[in-house]
């Protein structure tokens, strides 16, 4: 038999053999053949234009092999084919960046280019008609970025080091199942050749094309392996040892009047406190955990735009900026990315989460723990910057919750812009990749912390973390949660933003040096562009639009064939004028998506013998605000033009406009609306258009939008449409009337925010408003800001709220869209005489008196 006979058949049986223990996840985007590439068969007389060769780093017989049965399963050209290239034929269709040389082991040639490299552009050079299609591949046996003295790690999985024969062979025996294989675009070998003899001229093109070859293909591992780390124990000393860190442990020394071996001890304790602990066994055991708690949890985990996220890890350091809903989220992020072959990120988690057992593992799973403030504690504030310039330096991708803690409210919060100014910092101390913000939509169709949440938003205390809580919270894993849905939306880029402000060219020399003004400037409008860009990647799920349309309704029920026809319409608007590019609807129709919310048992149905009525659920109704939060800013501005025509029952298009334009900075701030004001005038008329269409007003001949006749039901739809806006302008109203009512120079900003806020716990339990944001203090606090930059009020020198006739005029505007009733009630609640203010803020003093002794003693 000859030789080449006895080769194809050990080739064969070998794959076979691999195909018994090998499964391959292919990672990524399956690379599209060259359009001529058909041409090229072993018997084919007429050569194509160009073909295909993979490139693979490290040289294994059985890393060529899984690549060539993959290429033949998603029917690309065969790996070991050969290579036929004009009159010049090669073995295979592969070649590899690094050989090693089992003969010469301590002495390997100093400039070692693969051989097959060599002779491919040597013939393109002959045959200048002719081009070859480079193909990186990726392929890993197991996934762990660590380096251990441990010799079952580096036994058991892949790192950065080449593996031996023996280490192979146990990689396929134990990581069979796990193998992950990625195609990474092709890159044309004539292209690389020409530039290298433009850019390099007096080397060799092999030096060039092997170097970056070798560095992209290093790049591509980094994105799922991540960093090469050292363990926690040589990262804290490193740390300990960093100059800034040393001159705050003797500046600990000299301010605390305590010996530098203390100050030390201090500062260790302090690492020992923060820095994760990251483990690949701890990793593999949360994805077979999670993948268990997901299936029993949920009825399925929906990904969206994934893509953005793949390649962006290639070129730059990503920080991954959810928003923060449920304890869930950090879990479900990771594992999603994860899930899809990326390196899990390393997560900043309040200490609160440093519980016994439970925080060792989150330890375990890339968490590192940061204390609710920092104030009046140098030596941790330098401890824990010069931990994140570690992480960044070795671009280690990062995960934050922009807004510091879970949204009761289903809203979005007002960002915290402290880690992100830190990141900043960081990044500005020494800039290895260019830094992405990701913001992330994370959209939930019920929550295991829901019945916690209705409570503190009714004025019970917040329930601190503990394993007790966690153990209630198990305790419902047999329900129903309906599906999870994550969104990547629109990345943030730092170096964008520091442009914007005249940032781009600022460092800093030190972990204790100043924000420039630049700087905080372009951390601000990174954070609101986060803020705005998650609401972009809103996902509007069938109880978030079931719970939009029911607690529009004064009784919370509505017939289900107009309960149909408003989901519906609903789902065509949104269709026809989607929020953002990103946003993601559910596919479900009207009918599908009541028959949805009664599996989950949100809802109810009320059989009646003139038409069965939908209803919420017993004791749900609070809890149903929060999904409706979620997407509110998707429908405000819809919901604010119906609104205005149905109250007015006439009114002209440029009036709709001005009246929008006046409140607009307002929703703006609250919702994170992504449209500037010059932006405006186009959006209203593309809406009003959308609802003439939908048939819900309609235009005379003057430019007058109308409303439907009363009781029709394209008015009752109407009427549901205009509701939800209207709570926002409800506060509003209330927070104007109480300070037009103690008049200029009488009352200040902090008082202003607290009556609001004790106002609206009562006129929602007077008056059922069902509402979790008339309870809290930031939507009122964000008005009044507005108020204050929109140039409405000002401060006089007591720090009192001072105004003119401007300010009152804004108040008018409540009659275009309030009724006389709720007009009439905001003013009555919001009245109090000289005595009953006084009584008032006392009272909250002291409140507030007493919760700070509670902390302080804590």
């Not at 010799?151 to 280490?167: E, N």
Request: hydrophobic content about 40%.
């Amino acid at each position: 038999m000859s030789k080449s006979g006895f080769g194809q058949i050990y080739r064969k049986l070998s794959s076979k053999l691999l195909d018994l223990v090998v499964t391959p996840h292919v990672l990524g985007e399956i690379p599209a053949e060259p359009a001529v590439l058909a041409a090229q068969s072993e018997d084919s007389t007429s050569p194509p234009q160009k073909i295909v060769c993979y490139v693979m780093l490290n040289h294994s017989r059985s890393n060529a092999l899984v690549v060539d049965g993959e290429t033949r399963r998603l029917k690309l050209h065969p790996a070991l084919n050969p290579l036929v290239l004009g009159n010049h034929t090669e073995k295979a269709s592969m070649l590899f960046l690094q050989h090693r040389d089992e003969n010469n082991l301590l002495n390997p040639p100093p400039h070692a280019f693969p051989p097959r490299l060599l002779r491919l552009i040597e013939a393109l050079e002959q045959q200048p008609d002719l081009d070859v299609e480079l193909i990186p591949v990726t392929l890993l046996w197991g996934r762990d970025p660590e380096k251990e003295d441990s010799w079952l790690k580096l036994l058991f999985t892949d790192t950065w080091s080449t593996p031996s024969k023996v280490k192979q062979l146990v990689n396929i025996g134990l990581h069979g199942r796990q193998t992950y294989i990625e195609f990474h675009e092709g890159q044309s070998l004539r292209n690389l050749i020409d530039y290298a003899k433009t850019t390099h001229p007096n080397s060799s093109p092999a030096t060039y094309i092997t170097s970056t070859l070798n560095d992209y293909l290093d790049a591509q591992r980094e994105v799922v392996l991540g960093p090469d780390l050292s363990d926690r124990r040589n990262v804290m000393h490193g740390l300990i040892k960093a100059p800034d860190v040393q001159d705050a442990i003797r500046r600990e020394s000299i301010r605390g009047k305590v010996s530098m071996v203390e100050a030390e001890r201090r500062a260790i304790g302090y690492l020992k406190e923060i820095v994760s602990d990251y483990s690949h066994s701890t990793v593999r055991f949360a994805d077979v955990a999670l993948t268990r708690l997901w299936t029993q949890l949920y009825d399925g985990v929906e990904v969206h735009n994934f893509s953005t996220v793949r390649e962006l890890a290639k070129d730059y350091e990503i920080i991954y900026t959810p928003c923060h809903r449920s304890h869930i989220d950090y879990l479900l992020l990771s594992y999603v990315i994860y899930k899809r072959g990326l390196m899990v990120p390393y997560i900043a988690a309040g200490d609160n989460l440093n519980m016994p057992f439970v925080g060792q593992i989150l330890r375990g799973g890339g968490a590192f723990f940061i204390r609710r403030t920092f104030r009046g504690n140098g030596l941790y504030t330098t401890v824990f910057k010069e931990y994140l310039y570690s992480i960044l330096s070795r671009n280690t991708p990062i995960e934050y919750f922009i807004e510091g803690g879970r949204s009761r409210t289903g809203r979005l919060l007002p960002p915290k812009t402290g880690m992100l100014a830190m990141t900043v910092h960081s990044h500005l101390r020494g800039r290895a990749k260019p830094i992405v913000f990701l913001p992330t939509y994370v959209g939930y169709e019920r929550l295991m912390e829901g019945a916690t949440y209705v409570g503190e938003m009714n004025g019970k205390p917040k329930e601190g973390e503990s394993i007790l809580g966690i153990v209630k919270t198990l305790r419902k894993i047999e329900r129903i949660f309906g599906k999870v849905h994550v969104n990547f939306g629109e990345p943030v880029f730092l170096d964008d933003m520091l442009k914007q402000h005249g940032a781009d060219q600022i460092t800093v020399e030190r972990n204790d040096a100043p924000i420039p003004q630049e700087v905080s400037d372009a951390v601000n409008s990174a954070a609101h562009a986060i803020m705005e860009n998650i609401n972009r990647a809103v996902v509007i799920n069938p109880v978030s639009l079931l719970s939009l349309i029911l607690l529009a309704t004064p009784k919370h029920t509505l017939d289900e064939e107009i309960c149909v026809k408003q989901l519906d319409t609903y789902r065509k608007l949104l269709t026809a004028l989607p929020y953002d590019a990103r946003m993601q609807v559910t596919p479900l129709s009207g009918k599908e998506i009541i028959a949805y919310g009664l599996k989950l048992k949100l809802i109810k149905r009320v059989k009646h013998v003139l038409g069965d009525i939908i209803a919420i659920a017993d004791d749900q109704a609070v809890l149903l605000t929060y999904f409706r939060n979620n997407i509110l800013h998707a429908f405000v501005l819809p919901s604010l033009i119906a609104a205005l025509v149905e109250h007015n029952g006439s009114i002209r298009r440029g009036d709709l406009i001005n009246v929008i334009r006046t409140l607009y900075p307002f929703l703006k701030a609250e919702l994170f609306l992504k449209w500037q004001d010059e932006e405006l005038k186009d959006q209203i008329c593309a809406y009003a258009d959308a609802l003439i269409h939908a048939k819900l007003i309609s235009e005379d001949a003057e430019g007058n939008l109308l409303s439907p006749l009363p009781n029709s039901e394209n008015h009752n739809q109407l009427v549901v449409l205009a509701a939800p806006v209207m709570q926002s302008l409800e506060r509003y109203y209330m927070t104007l009337a109480l300070i037009t009512q103690r008049g200029s120079g009488n009352i200040s900003t902090r008082q202003v925010e607290e009556l609001s806020h004790l106002v609206g716990q009562r006129l929602s339990v007077l008056y059922e408003f069902n509402s979790p944001e008339f309870f809290d203090k930031a939507l009122f606090q964000s008005f009044i800001k507005v108020l204050t930059e929109q140039g409405y009020i000002g401060k006089n020198e007591e720090g009192s709220i001072v105004f003119d006739d401007n300010f009152k005029n804004v108040a008018q505007y409540a009659n275009l869209v309030l009724d006389d009733v709720t007009l009439q009630m905001l003013q009555h609640i919001t009245t109090f005489s000289d005595e009953e203010l006084k009584e008032t803020l006392d009272k909250v003093a002291a409140e507030q008196a007493k919760k700070r002794l509670k902390r302080k003693k804590k």
